[in-house]
C-alpha cells in the first residue's frame, strides 16, 4: 500500500465495529493515527475483534456512546449503515467534526487502479461477472467494497498488478470525499433507501459521487438508457462511454439480437446464459468495463457463456422434474420481484412472501402476465392469495421452504419456471435473505425425482 502521512498523530473515532470497523482501525493505525473504536452494542467479553484490537493498543468503547466520546476528536471513520441521525454524528456536524467511511482511507493508499460500480440494482452481478471476466483474461483483479471484502483490508495487499472491481454503495460513496477511480460504472437510478437518504435527490446525488474526483484521463462508464444518470453527466469531468440496450453508442449496445461494442460484434444474445432483460444491461456494461482494460474478445466470449449469475439473485438453480428452478431470494422488495418476473417468457410457479412491512403488492399485476400460480409463506401469505385471486391463478400457503417447493414442483407444466422471488425481506421467518435461499436450495435437492 501507499504512504500517507494525512492521519499520523491524529485523533480518529471509529464509529461501529463489525468488518468495516475493524479493518479501517487497523489500517488508521498503521497510519499512525491515535485510534478509538465505538460500538453502541454491548460486546461479549470473548469478542475477537475487540480483543485483537485492544491488543494493538486501540481502545474499544462498548455498550452506548459515552458524552464525552468526541472530546479530541478530529475524524470519524462511520461504518457506512450508520445514518447521519446517529446522536454522535449529529454532534459532530455541529462540531465541524469531518465524518468519512473506511472506503475513502483505503482510496488514498491503494496502490491497485480501481474500477468503481454503482447503481440501484445489478451492482453485485455486474461486480461479479465484469471479476470473471478479467481473470479469465489473466488479468489479477481482487473483490472490495459492498460485495463482501472491506476495501481497508484488500487495499494491505493489494499491488499495482492488481485492479480492485469495488462494488460502492450509495451509503459509502456520499462519505468518500478522496475517492478517484480509474474506471467508475453507473448501472441504473431507481427510488430506494429513502429510509436512510433525506429524499431522492439526496440519493442519486450519493450515487453521482462515484465520478466526483476523475479527469479527462479517467472513464466514466453509464448507462445512456436511463434519463437520470445521462443527467447527471453534465457534472461529470471523465472521459464517458454508454452503453445501451437500444441504440448503437461509444461503448458496448444490442442490435439485431447481437451484443456489439462500438463496431466489433461480441456474441449473439442466444448464446449467453444469464436470463433477463436487466441481466442484458449488466453484461453490456461488463463488456464496455472490460475493454476499456484491455480485455480480449475471447475472454468475455468464454465468461458469457458459462456465467449463469449471482448465488440467490436470479440464479439458475437447475432442471428437475421438467422445471426449471431459479433462486432469486435476493429479491427482498417489489422492483426486484418485478425484474425477475419479467425475466422468462415461460409459465411461472412464483414463490413469494416474507416480512410485512405494509407494503400494497397490486402494483405487481402488470408483471404476472407469465404466472400461472402463487405458493406463498410469511406473514404477508394473505396478501399473496389476494393477489393470486385477483389474477385468477392457482394459490396455496406453505408453511415451510420445503413444503413449498413442493407444492410448487405439482402445480408447475413441463419446461415451466419455478422461481423462487419474494419481494419482501426474509426477517419474520430466516435470519437473512441467504438463509432463505439455501433453505430453497435444499430444498430442491430433496425434492423426489418425477416418474
Known amino acids: ?25 487497523k489500517l488508521l493505525h498503521r497510519l499512525g493515527a491515535q485510534v478509538i473504536v465505538n460500538e453502541y452494542k454491548q460486546l461479549a467479553s470473548d469478542d475477537q475483534l475487540k480483543i485483537t484490537l485492544e491488543e494493538m493498543g486501540i481502545t474499544v468503547i462498548d455498550g452506548g456512546h459515552p458524552e464525552t466520546i468526541l472530546t479530541g476528536i478530529e475524524l470519524i471513520v462511520k461504518n457506512p449503515g450508520i445514518p447521519y441521525s446517529n446522536s454522535v454524528l449529529v454532534q459532530a456536524k455541529e462540531r465541524n467534526i469531518p465524518i468519512v467511511v473506511e472506503t475513502d482511507i483505503a482510496a488514498q ?24 471476466i478479467l481473470t479469465a483474461d489473466g488479468q489479477k ?11 481497508s483490508e484488500v487495499v494491505l495487499e493489494a499491488t499495482r498488478e492488481n485492479v480492485l472491481v469495488t462494488e460502492l454503495s450509495s451509503f459509502q460513496l456520499m462519505a468518500s470525499p478522496h475517492l478517484h477511480p480509474q474506471i467508475s460504472l453507473l448501472l441504473n437510478f431507481d427510488e430506494a433507501h429513502l429510509d436512510y437518504h433525506t429524499d431522492l435527490e439526496e440519493y442519486h446525488g450519493a450515487k453521482a459521487k462515484i465520478f466526483q474526483n476523475q479527469t479527462e484521463a479517467d472513464y466514466c462508464v453509464y448507462n445512456a438508457d436511463d434519463h437520470r444518470i445521462v443527467a447527471a453527466m453534465a457534472d ?9 440496450q437500444h441504440q448503437p453508442t461509444n461503448g458496448a449496445y444490442v ?27 449488466n453484461m453490456l456494461a461488463a ?16 465468461v458469457l457463456q458459462t456465467f449463469s449469475g449471482v448465488k440467490h439473485r436470479l440464479q439458475f438453480v437447475k432442471k428437475k422434474n421438467g422445471h426449471y428452478f431459479y433462486n432469486d431470494s435476493k429479491a427482498t422488495n417489489i422492483q426486484a420481484a418485478k425484474t425477475a418476473l419479467a425475466s422468462f417468457q415461460r409459465p411461472i410457479v412464483w414463490l413469494a412472501g416474507g416480512l410485512d412491512r405494509g407494503v400494497d403488492f397490486t402494483e405487481l399485476r402488470p408483471y404476472c402476465e407469465h404466472v400461472a400460480a402463487i405458493v406463498t409463506f410469511g406473514e404477508t401469505a394473505n396478501k399473496f392469495v389476494d393477489l393470486a385471486q385477483a389474477l385468477q391463478v392457482s394459490v396455496a400457503k406453505a408453511g415451510t421452504m420445503s413444503e413449498a417447493v413442493a407444492i410448487a ?11 423462487l422471488s419474494p419481494a419482501c425481506a426474509s426477517w419474520d421467518q430466516y435470519a437473512s435473505f441467504e438463509v432463505r435461499g439455501d433453505a430453497f436450495l435444499t430444498a430442491i435437492e430433496q425434492l423426489p425425482e418425477g416418474e
Open 109 to 132: 493508499v491503494s496502490e491497485a487502479p480501481m474500477i468503481a460500480i454503482t447503481g440501484t440494482n445489478g451492482k453485485t452481478t455486474t461486480t461479479t461477472l465484469l471479476h470473471a
Open 141 to 151: 483483479p481482487l473483490f472490495a467494497g459492498n460485495i463482501g471484502e472491506v476495501v
Open 287 to 302: 463488456i464496455t468495463v472490460a475493454k476499456l482494460s484491455q480485455v480480449k474478445t475471447a475472454a468475455i466470449i468464454e
Open 1 to 25: 500500500m501507499k504512504y500517507t502521512a494525512d492521519y499520523e498523530g491524529r485523533q480518529v473515532l471509529v464509529l461501529g465495529l463489525a468488518k468495516s470497523g475493524f479493518a479501517a482501525a
Open 409 to 419: 414442483d405439482a402445480f408447475a407444466s413441463d419446461e415451466a419456471i419455478v422461481l
Open 236 to 244: 461529470c469531468q471523465a472521459t464517458q462511454i454508454g452503453f445501451s
Open 255 to 281: 442490435a439485431n439480437g447481437w451484443i456489439y461494442y462500438r463496431e466489433e460484434a461480441i456474441i449473439g444474445l442466444e448464446k449467453v446464459v444469464l436470463p433477463g432483460k436487466h441481466n442484458v444491461e
